[in-house]
């Protein structure tokens, strides 16, 4: 009977061992990090980066906004700003994660900023990785920053998209979709003061032998240079993710793991 035992508590600890390994690779130490892609793309595009980072020993996730990537079948031209931010919004909250690094690159800027007024304590820290940093009532196309682009953007709409004229018509999958123009023209609406209190910083890429001062997302890092939160600059095109993965991964690393410390906004000294 003795001997029995043994055999049954033998199986039942030789049967939890994948699971107890299933969970230290879904538990890391390090923290879980929200990736959200730039227009066009979808989550397809950081799949790498998410190996790369689930390797330093973070929990990764990379959602698509509705109309894009292998959700295109969703594409409306009556997609908004707003429900780009609710997917965000939606991952977070059904999948209950907390104490998130949210991260958003070229017009995901647009879309964290956004999560982060909905949900800030649901958030431990923002990076914007080349992005677009709004203030209250803004959008993408009418930004300054934007206005040598916007007539070329708006020469590649049709039917209420912006296309990229880039992508071949045979192109294999994954590939860059039409992005709904109704999310570049939408205003941002900001009311929440306490995500003025989540400690962020912005990473500048400069194309090798480019003039910082001349790259599109110059006047973002300058508007972060004045919220005095770290910039940090880098050596890469605007999609790093896909050129420059590792060094990418690395940067993103000694970010998150030097301690953050809380600046004060400066419009929130008035809220």
């Not at 109309?67 to 009556?78: D, F, I, M, N, T």
């Not at 940093?133 to 993408?140: M, Q, R, S």
């Not at 045979?170 to 989540?198: A, C, F, G, W, Y």
């Amino acid at each position: 009977m003795a001997k029995q035992r043994m055999i049954v508590m033998g199986l039942m600890v030789f049967e939890l061992v994948p699971f107890i390994g299933c969970r230290q690779q879904t538990n890391p130490s390090k923290g879980v990090i929200v990736l959200v892609h730039g227009a066009w793309g979808g989550g397809w595009g950081f799949r790498q980066m998410e190996e790369l980072l689930q390797a330093k020993g973070y929990r990764v996730y990379r959602p698509t906004l509705t109309g894009q990537g292998e959700r295109v079948h969703l594409a409306s031209e009556e997609i908004g700003l707003e429900t780009h931010i609710q997917d965000i919004v939606n991952v977070v909250l059904y999948e209950d994660l907390k104490d998130i690094i949210l991260i958003g690159h070229s017009y995901g800027g647009m879309v964290i900023t956004g999560v982060a007024d909905r949900i800030p304590e649901r958030i431990s820290r923002l990076i914007y990785l080349d992005a677009v940093l709004p203030e209250d009532g803004e959008n993408l196309l009418d930004h300054p920053a934007f206005a040598t682009n916007k007539s070329q953007l708006l020469a590649g709409a049709r039917e209420g998209f912006i296309l990229p004229v880039w992508v071949q018509e045979d192109q294999s999958l994954p590939k860059d979709v039409p992005h709904p123009l109704k999310t570049l023209t939408d205003r941002i609406s900001l009311t929440n003061p306490k995500r003025l209190e989540i400690p962020a910083d912005y990473i500048l890429t400069v194309d090798p032998g480019g003039v910082e001062q001349l790259d599109t997302f110059y006047p973002f890092a300058q508007r972060v240079a004045g919220y005095e939160w770290p910039v940090h600059r880098m050596e890469a095109d605007h999609n790093p993710q896909r050129s420059k993965p590792k060094e990418l991964a690395k940067l993103l690393d000694e970010i998150i793991q030097n301690k953050p410390v809380k600046r004060p906004h400066p419009s929130s000294e008035s809220n």
